[in-house]
Structures are given as C-alpha cells and as structure tokens.
C-alpha cells in the first residue's frame, strides 16, 4: 500500500463536466432571481431571493442580501425572462454574500438573450427581444 496522500486510481477519473467542458465567457448581468431546495430531507422545500451578477451558459455568479446557507444543489429560476427550474450545483460560496454555481445543463443561446432583455445592466440596455423566435 501506498503511503496517505499518494496515487490512488480515482485521482485519475475525470468528469466531462467539470473537468473537460468549454469554458464560457461570464457576462455581466442584473437579473431577480429565485433558489428552490428541500430542507429536512424532502418535508419542506425553502426559497430565497437573490440577484444573478454574472452568468454564462454553463454557471453563474449569484448575490445575497444575506449570509444564506445554500444547499449542494438547488434550482433557479428567473422569473422576469420566463426561465423556470434550471437544476443547479453549488460551486463556491464566497464571504461577500455571493455564490458561485454550475448548471447541470448548458444554457441555449436563446435563453441567454432572453435573460440580457431583461437584464437592468447597462451594458445590456439596447438589447431587443426577437418576438417571431419565441
């Protein structure tokens, strides 16, 4: 045996996901949003506000009023773009309130635009919603 701390074969499994996958530019980005998880088990299921800073369409940066407790995984949704139930996963979660999470499915680019329309950014202020597309 090896000695603690050495080589050991599941240092060497990667994950598509989070090990292989394309890097996506963050973009800035003032959007309400909302986190839904299950407290005790499965008998209550909890929600808390927050702001989406940042995002890209693999992850997210998220921002608190509040120090918030988050669970390992959750889901977001973004009400003002119509975009309900995107499974999510808890990367970091950082002093300054903020957190950083990953989707467990990629963002379209329709999506994407649909949440800059509604983004109060101002980089994002001429943006248009292409009504025939939706």
């Not at 989070?18 to 986190?35: I, S, V």
């Not at 998220?62 to 949704?77: C, E, G, M, S």
Request: charged fraction near 30%; aromatic fraction near 10%.
């Amino acid at each position: 045996m090896g000695a603690a701390g050495g080589s050991h074969f599941l240092k060497k499994e990667e994950s598509f996901m989070y090990d292989r996958e394309n890097r996506y530019r963050m973009e800035d980005t003032m959007n309400a949003g909302r986190l839904e998880y299950t407290e005790n088990g499965i008998t209550h299921v909890a929600a808390r506000r927050c702001d989406v800073v940042r995002i890209s369409m693999s992850g997210a940066v998220l921002l608190f009023l509040t120090k918030v407790d988050l669970p390992r995984q959750f889901y977001l949704d973004i009400p003002d773009a119509r975009i309900t139930k995107i499974g999510s996963v808890l990367m970091k979660n950082y002093a300054n309130n903020t957190a950083e999470i990953r989707f467990l499915r990629l963002l379209t680019q329709k999506e994407l635009d649909r949440i800059f329309v509604f983004s109060t950014h101002p980089a994002h202020r001429d943006r248009v919603l292409d009504v025939r597309s939706w």
